[in-house]
């Protein structure tokens, strides 16, 4: 091999460990960016079952929240540009790959592409945000579900196409649940570097925490449903309603209070993600 050559290969492999850091340093930011809004949401919810607050327990109540406390607007752009991390993540994936076997399948590359817009989405309203500390966090959940829905009733065959995305984010918020239940992220931590204890530990987190994201996830889709069926955006409802109705049923509060500790625990178990994720 010649000396251009083997320039060549050396430049090769820097850009490549290059990339590499830089990818995994924004992914690690940007879940930990994750787990604080968890921690805020769940914290939130667990004052509304006590009857404590009348802040939304979404992502505008939790960036409203975070924004009182000391070098509140601070934590805003660390929180944004963690999210921004996230993004950049995600799109790595769509581009290259992600870690596994199958990780540069059409399927894992779509699924990292749909993510991807996702947390530009939300690193977009978090950033604004702190820009403007206009105390909306880029607008109520459950506004932004009832506007989504009108919009897309008014489209030719409206009522269906709500309702099959209500279907599917029952489907997903089960996939969610079943999926930490069995434990599935173990294939993406490093269980090797984990003493024995932690292990438990992060377990307990992922599994009541995911279980507790599925739930939500699930009763998210199944008020879209009902709004297809009824025909009325209005029955759409977004992060904070869809808590609200926990504390509805015949278990009353106490189905809210456990689902508030079980997105904490997932705000934890994103913050174990950052140390441990495989990237």
């Excluded at 530990?201 to 599994?207: A, E, F, H, I, K």
């Excluded at 996830?217 to 409802?237: H, L, N, S």
């Excluded at 992060?239 to 278990?251: G, I, V």
Aim: aromatic letters at 8%.
């Amino acid at each position: 091999m010649d000396t251009s050559a083997l320039a060549w290969t050396g430049r090769f492999r820097a850009r490549r460990a290059a990339r590499g850091s830089v990818t995994e340093g924004a992914a690690r930011a940007g879940l930990a960016a994750r787990g604080v809004i968890y921690l805020l949401v769940g914290a939130l919810a667990l004052q509304i079952a006590f009857g404590d607050t009348n802040e939304q327990a979404d992502r505008a109540g939790a960036l409203a929240e975070l924004l009182q406390k000391p070098f509140g607007a601070l934590l805003l752009w660390a929180l944004g540009i963690g999210l921004v991390g996230m993004a950049l993540w995600r799109l790595s994936e769509a581009l290259f790959g992600s870690v596994g076997q199958d990780g540069r399948s059409a399927r894992k590359r779509l699924l990292a592409t749909v993510r991807c817009a996702f947390y530009v989405f939300v690193a977009c309203s978090v950033l604004s945000f702190a820009a403007s500390r206009n105390q909306s966090g880029g607008g109520s959940s459950d506004q932004q579900s009832r506007d989504a829905t009108a919009r897309a009733l008014e489209l030719p065959a409206g009522e269906w196409l709500v309702g099959a995305a209500g279907i599917a984010v029952v489907v997903a918020g089960g996939w969610i649940g079943v999926r930490a239940v069995l434990r599935k992220y173990h294939d993406k931590l490093r269980l090797g570097r984990m003493s024995h204890r932690t292990r438990q530990l992060v377990d307990v987190t992922g599994v009541a925490g995911g279980a507790a994201r599925g739930l939500v996830f699930a009763g998210a889709g199944v008020f879209a449903v009902r709004a297809a069926i009824a025909y009325e955006a209005d029955q759409a409802k977004g992060l904070d309603d869809t808590l609200r109705a926990f504390a509805d049923t015949p278990l009353g509060p106490w189905l809210l209070v456990c689902v508030a500790a079980g997105l904490m625990l997932f705000g934890l178990f994103s913050f174990a993600m950052a140390r441990w994720r495989k990237v």
